[in-house]
């Protein structure tokens, strides 16, 4: 994904997270996932916050980081890499301070060993049906990240066979409201047509580990484009 299209899409994110922010003053979650057939892939993370909050609590709101020096330390592990980080506010209403982060995965079943992903279970299984995704955020998590809303996106290199989101072509959608998770948490579930074989059309782990983080503040203005991620059937 290049500067511009990561830019635009930030944009259309965050007019989404103003309307859900102020009526919460919590954390709106966006994640757009891809995910090869070996469990491989990249995890495109938005969140964001009131400013005051962000400032309240030292650039760290449970697990979640504000600053280039947290980014670095709560989303780097040994199977995760950050590849892209930017930290902006809207330029016209700086009340709200987002944050962008690419990551490149290289065992999805390890995830939780960055502490951004804390009270995040996810997993990536061969089974006789084929390869089974699994991703769970606990109730602790959306309590210790005090989230709001959580809209998750995932698209694979295989065919999707079965899911719980609603399914569009290979991308699988699931959106929850904190306040109505289920007492297990919220979790997301896809059967993949595949044996684990890829082609890696969505990065390797050797990449992830070659390329340089990138951390940004910036103020940006909204640009609202026809693409995004939302997907106005959920």
Not at 95 to 107: C, D, G, H, K
Request: no cysteine.
């Amino acid at each position: 994904m290049n500067q511009k299209s990561f830019l635009n899409r930030l944009n259309i994110l965050l007019i989404f997270f103003v309307s859900f922010i102020f009526l919460g003053g919590a954390v709106s979650y966006v994640q757009d996932a891809s995910f090869n057939n070996n469990g491989t892939g990249i995890i495109s993370l938005t969140y964001s916050a009131k400013t005051s909050e962000v400032k309240s609590s030292n650039n760290l709101i449970g697990n979640l980081p504000f600053s280039q020096d947290k980014i670095n330390e709560y989303f780097n592990s040994a199977n995760t890499k950050v590849t892209k980080a930017i930290v902006y506010k809207n330029k016209t209403d700086t009340t709200i301070t987002s944050v962008a982060v690419e990551i490149n995965v290289s065992n999805l079943n390890k995830l939780k060993d960055a502490k951004a992903f804390t009270g995040v279970e996810a997993g990536w299984i061969k089974s006789d049906t084929g390869m089974v995704f699994s991703w769970l955020f606990t109730p602790a998590h959306a309590k210790t990240n005090s989230i709001l809303l959580y809209q998750i996106g995932v698209t694979f290199e295989g065919e999707i066979k079965s899911t719980t989101g609603v399914l569009k072509d290979n991308q699988a959608n699931w959106y929850v409201l904190a306040s109505k998770m289920n007492p297990g948490g919220a979790y997301f579930l896809a059967t993949i047509k595949s044996d684990g074989t890829t082609k890696n059309p969505f990065g390797t782990s050797k990449e992830s580990g070659a390329k340089k983080t990138t951390t940004q503040t910036k103020t940006e203005q909204h640009k609202p484009t026809d693409s995004g991620f939302f997907d106005s059937s959920l």
